[in-house]
């Protein structure tokens, strides 16, 4: 048996992970939930970098997936609310 014949049955799990993680993302409308959920898809497009044998593009898509996009996201989400505070209080 082949290292491919192996790995095709993960690869196909993988994809399938993917493509539910994706729709749940899509159908998550809380930002902040969505946030979270983005996180998890990242983390499941990590695992399918890997499994692709592309260790280095999983590490990038870990590092902005899961840690970059939301830290900017909740920032950006934290600076509008703190606005929006502001100006309710004038």
């Known amino acids: ?3 491919l ?9 993988v994809f ?3 493509a539910l993680a994706a729709t749940a993302v899509v159908l998550t409308r809380r930002p ?3 946030i979270v959920v983005n996180g998890v898809y990242g983390l499941v497009l990590t695992i399918v970098f890997f499994v692709l ?11 902005v997936s899961t840690i970059a996009y ?3 996201v909740l920032a950006a989400i934290a600076r509008v609310r703190a606005r ?3 100006r309710e209080r004038t």
């Not at 014949?5 to 799990?13: F, H, K, R, S, Y």
């Not at 044998?53 to 590092?63: E, F, G």
């Open 1 to 3: 048996m082949t290292l």
């Open 5 to 13: 014949a192996t790995q095709e049955p993960l690869q196909g799990l």
């Open 16 to 18: 399938v992970l993917a």
């Open 32 to 34: 902040l939930r969505q």
């Open 53 to 63: 044998q592309a260790p280095d593009v999983a590490l990038s898509m870990l590092v």
């Open 70 to 72: 939301p830290v900017v």
């Open 84 to 86: 929006r505070r502001r």
